[in-house]
C-alpha cells in the first residue's frame, strides 16, 4: 500500500494501462512534452512516444471526433480535455456519435473510449472554467460517467474504464489533484457502477460524489460530536447508477440530503431525490432534501465563489434542520 496523490494515482493507472494494452493512446492539448496542466500525463511521451502521446491542437471538436473514429477502428482512445467547459465543443461526437453508434448499430460496433476532463469551482477560474456539468452527460443514453473521490477509486475506475466497450465520460475536479490516499501496490480495478459507503451512520445519509464527498466526511465528523451519526456514500459514478445501495443507505436511515457542486435547478440530485421518493417513500422520515450549488455562473473573486458551493457548514445546517 502506497500513499499517492490523486494525479499520480491516475497517470500509474495509464501508464500500467498502455503497457498493458498496445491499442491505448491519448490524445489532447499539451499533454506531451509537458505532461498536461495538472501533470497527468507526465512521463506517458517519454515511453510510449509521439504515436501513442498525441499533442493536439487547440480544436476539441476535431480530435474528439477524431478519437471516435479512432475507437469504431478497433483502438482504446483516451481523450484529454483541458476543462469541462470545453466539452460543449465536442458534443455532437460525443453525443451524436459516441453515445448512439453501438444502439444504431444493433450491437456490432462499439466506441471504447474514455473522454477525462476535470471541473468544479475553487481556483478563482471565473465562468468559463469553473463549471460542474455532470447533468450534461447524465442525461444521454450510451455514455457512462465517473467521478472518483479518491486517489484508490481514481486509480481503479480509469482502469475500468479504459477496459469498458463504451464511451465513458471521467470527470475530475481540479481540488482532488493534490490530495492523497492509500492505493494499493498491486494492480486492480473498481467496477463501474458501484457506490461506496465512505463512513458508516445511523440517523442520516448524505449521498454525493466528487469533490463534495471530502466535504461531507468533514461534515459527519464533526455531527458525530454533536451526537448526530451520518451515513456518507460516495457514489463514484452517476452511470451506472448504484440504486440499490442508495435504496439500501436511504431505508437504514430513514433520512437523506444529496449534496453535489452542481447547481440545484436541472442538476442530477433531483432525479435521484425522485428515485428515492419513488421506490424507498414508505421507509423515509421525511422528504429528500438537497444541498448544491448556486444558480449563477462562478465568479472570478475568490470570496465570492465560496459562496457559490455548498460549504461544510451548509452541510451541517442541512442535517441539524432535518434530524
Same mark, same amino acid.
Given at each position: 500500500?502506497?500513499?499517492?496523490?490523486?494525479?499520480?494515482?491516475?497517470?500509474?493507472?495509464?501508464?500500467?494501462?498502455?503497457?498493458?494494452?498496445?491499442?491505448?493512446?491519448?490524445?489532447?492539448?499539451?499533454?506531451?512534452?509537458?505532461?498536461?496542466?495538472?501533470?497527468?500525463?507526465?512521463?506517458?511521451?517519454?515511453?510510449?512516444?509521439?504515436?501513442?502521446?498525441?499533442?493536439?491542437?487547440?480544436?476539441?471538436?476535431?480530435?474528439?471526433?477524431?478519437?471516435?473514429?479512432?475507437?469504431?477502428?478497433?483502438?482504446?482512445?483516451?481523450?484529454?480535455?483541458?476543462?469541462?467547459?470545453?466539452?460543449?465543443?465536442?458534443?455532437?461526437?460525443?453525443?451524436?456519435?459516441?453515445?448512439?453508434?453501438?444502439?444504431?448499430?444493433?450491437?456490432?460496433?462499439?466506441?471504447?473510449?474514455?473522454?477525462?476532463?476535470?471541473?468544479?469551482?475553487?481556483?478563482?477560474?471565473?465562468?468559463?472554467?469553473?463549471?460542474?456539468?455532470?447533468?450534461?452527460?447524465?442525461?444521454?443514453?450510451?455514455?457512462?460517467?465517473?467521478?472518483?473521490?479518491?486517489?484508490?477509486?481514481?486509480?481503479?475506475?480509469?482502469?475500468?474504464?479504459?477496459?469498458?466497450?463504451?464511451?465513458?465520460?471521467?470527470?475530475?475536479?481540479?481540488?482532488?489533484?493534490?490530495?492523497?490516499?492509500?492505493?494499493?501496490?498491486?494492480?486492480?480495478?473498481?467496477?463501474?457502477?458501484?457506490?461506496?459507503?465512505?463512513?458508516?451512520?445511523?440517523?442520516?445519509?448524505?449521498?454525493?460524489?466528487?469533490?463534495?464527498?471530502?466535504?461531507?466526511? @468533514? =461534515?459527519?465528523?464533526? *455531527?458525530?460530536?454533536?451526537?448526530?451519526? &451520518?451515513?456518507?456514500? /460516495?457514489?463514484?459514478?452517476?452511470?451506472? #447508477?448504484?440504486?440499490?445501495?442508495?435504496?439500501?443507505?436511504?431505508?437504514?436511515?430513514?433520512?437523506?440530503?444529496?449534496?453535489?457542486?452542481?447547481?440545484?435547478?436541472?442538476?442530477?440530485?433531483?432525479?435521484?431525490?425522485?428515485?428515492?421518493?419513488? @421506490? =424507498?417513500?414508505?421507509? *423515509?422520515?421525511?422528504?429528500?432534501?438537497? &444541498?448544491?450549488?448556486? /444558480?449563477?455562473?462562478?465568479?472570478?473573486? #475568490?470570496?465570492?465563489?465560496?459562496?457559490?458551493?455548498?460549504?461544510?457548514?451548509?452541510?451541517?445546517?442541512?442535517?441539524?434542520?432535518?434530524?
Amino acid at each position: 500500500m502506497a500513499e499517492m496523490m490523486y494525479r499520480e494515482a491516475l497517470n500509474r493507472a495509464l501508464f500500467e494501462e498502455m503497457r498493458r494494452d498496445p491499442t491505448v493512446f491519448v490524445l489532447g492539448e499539451n499533454i506531451g512534452m509537458r505532461g498536461g496542466s495538472y501533470q497527468v500525463t507526465v512521463g506517458l511521451m517519454k515511453e510510449f512516444g509521439a504515436e501513442r502521446v498525441i499533442d493536439t491542437p487547440l480544436a476539441e471538436a476535431t480530435f474528439t471526433g477524431a478519437a471516435v473514429g479512432a475507437a469504431l477502428a478497433g483502438t482504446r482512445p483516451i481523450v484529454d480535455i483541458l476543462f469541462v467547459d470545453f466539452t460543449t465543443l465536442p458534443m455532437d461526437a460525443i453525443v451524436n456519435q459516441a453515445a448512439k453508434y453501438e444502439f444504431m448499430s444493433g450491437g456490432q460496433g462499439h466506441v471504447p473510449m474514455v473522454l477525462r476532463t476535470q471541473g468544479g469551482a475553487g481556483n478563482g477560474l471565473a465562468a468559463q472554467h469553473s463549471q460542474s456539468l455532470e447533468a450534461f452527460f447524465y442525461h444521454i443514453p450510451g455514455l457512462k460517467l465517473v467521478m472518483p473521490s479518491t486517489p484508490h477509486d481514481a486509480y481503479g475506475l480509469l482502469v475500468s474504464s479504459i477496459r469498458d466497450n463504451q464511451p465513458t465520460i471521467f470527470l475530475e475536479h481540479k481540488l482532488l489533484y493534490m490530495t492523497k490516499g492509500d492505493v494499493p501496490d498491486e494492480a486492480f480495478n473498481v467496477p463501474l457502477g458501484k457506490a461506496d459507503v465512505k463512513k458508516e451512520g445511523e440517523d442520516i445519509t448524505l449521498i454525493t460524489y466528487s469533490y463534495m464527498t471530502l466535504k461531507c466526511l @468533514e =461534515a459527519a465528523e464533526l *455531527l458525530e460530536k454533536e451526537g448526530i451519526s &451520518v451515513e456518507v456514500l /460516495d457514489l463514484r459514478t452517476l452511470k451506472p #447508477l448504484d440504486q440499490e445501495a442508495i435504496l439500501s443507505s436511504a431505508r437504514k436511515t430513514g433520512n437523506v440530503i444529496i449534496v453535489h457542486e452542481a447547481c440545484k435547478r436541472g442538476g442530477v440530485g433531483g432525479d435521484m431525490a425522485a428515485m428515492i421518493m419513488e @421506490e =424507498a417513500y414508505d421507509d *423515509l422520515d421525511g422528504p429528500v432534501t438537497r &444541498v448544491c450549488g448556486r /444558480d449563477t455562473s462562478i465568479p472570478y473573486n #475568490l470570496e465570492l465563489e465560496k459562496v457559490c458551493i455548498p460549504t461544510v457548514e451548509d452541510i451541517i445546517e442541512a442535517v441539524i434542520k432535518i434530524t
